[in-house]
C-alpha cells in the first residue's frame, strides 16, 4: 500500500514550457486534490476532483490545468510555466468529503 | 469563502516550554482539521474536532474547539525537539479544505 504517490520529486523548466506532475493513490480514494506551498503562504489550493471524470477549481487554479480519467490518477499540467509557479507542490486525497486528508511527500519545482 | 486564520506566524520556544497556535474564523466553522508539517516533509494529519467545545488529547497536545465554532486551539505541554515543524489548522467543507497558512514552530536546545 503505497499511499500517495507524486512524480517527480524534483524538476527544474525553463520559462514557457510545459509539463505534467503525476498523482497516483492506491486506497480507492474518491478525493483527489493539488497544493502548492510558498514560503509565509501555507498550502493553497489548485484544483480539486471528488471522482472520476469531475473537476473544479480551488483557490489558485490559473496556469494549471488538470484531468481524472480515472479513480486512482490525477495528474497537474503547467501549460506554460513561468517563474512565478516556483514552489512545492503537494497532491492529497482523503476517501470521502469531510475524511482525512492523505498527502504524498511533494514535488520541488523550479522554473528559471 | 472559506478562511481561517492563524495566530502566531512563527514561534520561538525554549525546549521544555510550552507552546499555543490558534485558529480563527469569521463564520461558523463545520469542523476543524490540524496536520503537522516536518520541515523538508509533507502535512499529516493529527486530528479532527467537530462538535462544539470539544477537547481532544494526544499525549503532550491538547486540541479544542470553541463554543461558538469560530476558533480551535492547540497546546503542546513541554516541547521537545520532535514538535518542530508547521502546524496548519484547516475547515473541510463542500468537498474540499482551505488551510490557514500554518505556524511555524522552533524549539531551542
Known amino acids: 500500500n503505497a499511499g500517495v504517490t507524486q512524480t517527480p520529486k524534483f524538476q527544474v523548466l525553463k520559462t514557457g514550457q510545459s509539463m505534467t506532475l503525476q498523482c497516483a493513490q492506491d486506497m480507492n480514494h474518491e478525493y483527489m486534490s493539488w497544493y502548492r506551498q510558498d514560503p509565509g503562504m501555507g498550502l493553497r489550493l489548485i484544483h480539486y476532483?471528488?471522482?472520476?471524470?469531475?473537476?473544479d477549481q480551488g483557490e489558485v487554479p490559473n496556469g494549471y490545468n488538470v484531468s481524472r480519467s480515472t479513480t486512482e490518477d490525477f495528474p497537474l499540467r503547467l501549460l506554460s510555466a513561468a517563474p512565478s509557479q516556483t514552489s512545492v507542490y503537494f497532491c492529497?486525497?482523503?476517501?470521502?468529503?469531510?475524511?482525512?486528508?492523505?498527502f504524498g511527500e511533494g514535488s520541488w519545482l523550479t522554473v528559471v | 469563502g472559506q478562511q481561517v486564520m492563524q495566530i502566531p506566524q512563527y514561534q520561538h520556544v525554549q525546549e521544555g516550554e510550552d507552546f499555543t497556535t490558534y485558529c480563527n474564523s469569521s463564520t461558523t466553522l463545520s469542523n476543524i482539521q490540524w496536520y503537522k508539517q516536518r520541515p523538508g516533509g509533507h502535512p499529516v494529519f493529527l486530528i479532527q474536532?467537530?462538535?462544539?467545545?470539544e477537547v481532544k488529547k494526544q499525549k503532550r497536545l491538547t486540541f479544542q474547539f470553541g463554543e461558538a465554532k469560530k476558533n480551535s486551539s492547540l497546546h503542546i505541554t513541554a516541547t521537545q525537539t520532535t514538535d518542530v515543524g508547521t502546524y496548519f489548522c484547516g475547515e473541510n467543507r463542500d468537498d474540499k479544505i482551505i488551510f490557514g497558512k500554518g505556524t511555524r514552530l522552533h524549539i531551542l536546545p
Open positions: 474536532l467537530v462538535k462544539s467545545g
Open positions: 476532483s471528488v471522482g472520476a471524470g469531475i473537476t
Open positions: 492529497a486525497s482523503s476517501q470521502y468529503s469531510g475524511n482525512t486528508i492523505y
